[in-house]
């Protein structure tokens, strides 16, 4: 064989769902919203996708995660909002006090949401008004953005909101953006948002997911969240999507100094459903926890996919992930610390651990360092197993029932994990909804 017969690129067969995506993107670039350098960034972010198109299991991020298998055909884009559902459009969070922005269908909607404009210290504008009247914000910039999901994201983009947090405020209320699919046909939507949160504020941001149920629409989001030097953020992200429902969230957050990210990724919903977290810290100084618990039973494939980046000395990290799987469900934890050269005195520990509740159930969990610094601290670990069986016979042995027995040991597995959200509401509503996932198994 001769070395120009040797260097042939390989080029795949575009799937049904590809090329659905071409011809959606040709129908649709010239009335989708943006103009000037949005619709640009909108050309090159597809052409970039078309290149590469939907990742599959030999690209190494998404190996366990094959969208070009496991998305068999492309939904049209969704539509505008209909009715606001009589149960609220997010009743797992009911009874958490919370000023909330609604994206419905993947566009902004201020009929549906309650944000209060009394609040001077938070500031809410629809994406493109913001993009228009902020050339100067550089959108496409973040961590993670260099990923086949979020390409297709940025060509599709149909809105969203900028959110900034002043100065050394403090809103007493979480703000919570409420992605919700309202729709009674399969579609796809395709939101973006952006969160500002300014040097020495402090927030709490809710992100949901919520869909019709025996509709297999698609979603594909991003949130950009930049958080300045001092500032406090604890995010907490929520899907509880359609059980048909398939969803590729992508988080890209910047750290500046001496601040303090907490995240929780809680799954519960959805068919395929794949978090992607990917944050940098670029100040010296900072604290981050990025926490999870996925909740899996039937057919349901979730993938938990982070990425640690420690640009800045003096930072610590830990990551703590745990997933329940009954059934045939799969559960997927990649997790990856990477310290650069110039980031000493780097603190980074990562943990995954899968509770398997059935034969049949699936965890491949896939934690990874990469470090170029001396001066540091870093580890990780994972474990995966059936309930200890000797904990279970001492509960039954009191008098407990087998089936009790074990939704007991499930619950303290689990609320390990959501004890660690700071705010009250939130971490009472995540321990009810477990609750009642566990009665649902028996």
Request: with cysteine; charged share 25%.
């Amino acid at each position: 064989m001769t070395g120009d017969a040797m260097n042939v690129e390989l080029r795949t067969t575009k799937t049904a769902a590809e090329q659905a995506l071409a011809a959606a993107f040709t129908a649709a670039r010239a009335t989708l919203p943006g103009k000037g350098a949005v619709a640009a960034l909108r050309e090159d972010a597809f052409k970039r996708f078309d290149a590469k198109g939907l990742p599959h299991r030999r690209v190494e991020e998404w190996k366990y995660t094959d969208l070009r298998a496991l998305m068999r055909e492309a939904k049209p884009l969704a539509g505008p909002a209909g009715a606001k559902p009589k149960g609220g459009i997010a009743p797992i969070l009911t009874g958490v006090e919370a000023d909330c922005v609604a994206i419905v269908n993947g566009r902004y909607e201020p009929a549906w949401s309650n944000i209060g404009a009394s609040d001077p210290s938070i500031t809410i504008v629809e994406l493109f008004k913001f993009l228009a009247e902020n050339p100067d914000y550089r959108m496409g910039q973040m961590p993670g953005s260099n990923d086949p999901a979020y390409w297709l994201n940025t060509a599709f983009m149909g809105g969203g909101v900028a959110l900034r947090v002043k100065r050394g405020a403090a809103p007493a209320k979480p703000i919570h953006i409420a992605h919700v699919f309202s729709g009674d046909a399969a579609a796809a939507m395709y939101p973006r948002c952006v969160v500002i949160v300014e040097p020495g504020a402090q927030v709490t941001l809710i992100e949901s997911f919520s869909g019709l149920e025996g509709i297999d629409y698609q979603v594909n989001s991003a949130l950009e969240l930049t958080i300045g030097d001092d500032a406090r953020v604890d995010h907490v992200k929520i899907g509880c999507d359609g059980g048909a429902a398939l969803r590729v969230s992508t988080l890209g957050v910047t750290v500046g100094a001496k601040a303090n990210y907490k995240d929780f990724a809680f799954t519960i919903g959805g068919a395929v459903v794949r978090n992607q977290t990917f944050v940098r810290f670029g100040g010296a100084g900072s604290e981050g926890m990025i926490d999870g618990a996925s909740l899996l039973k039937g057919r349901q494939h979730v993938d938990n996919t982070l990425v640690i980046n420690h640009a800045a000395g003096g930072c610590v990290s830990r990551e703590r992930f745990k997933s329940v799987l009954d059934g045939e469900s799969h559960g997927i934890f990649q997790g990856k610390i990477i310290v650069e050269p110039h980031a000493q005195k780097t603190d980074g520990k990562m943990m995954t651990r899968a509770l398997l509740l059935s034969d049949e159930a699936e965890a491949d969990n896939k934690p990874e360092l990469e470090i170029f610094a001396d001066d540091v601290v870093c580890g990780h670990g994972a474990t995966a197993g059936a309930l200890d069986p000797g904990l279970k016979f001492y509960l039954m042995s009191r008098g407990i029932p087998a089936t009790e027995a074990e939704a007991l040991l499930i619950q303290a597995f689990i609320d390990e994990t959501i004890e660690e959200i700071a705010h009250e509401g939130i971490r009472r509503a995540l321990m009810f909804a477990a609750l009642k996932w566990l009665g649902s198994r028996s």
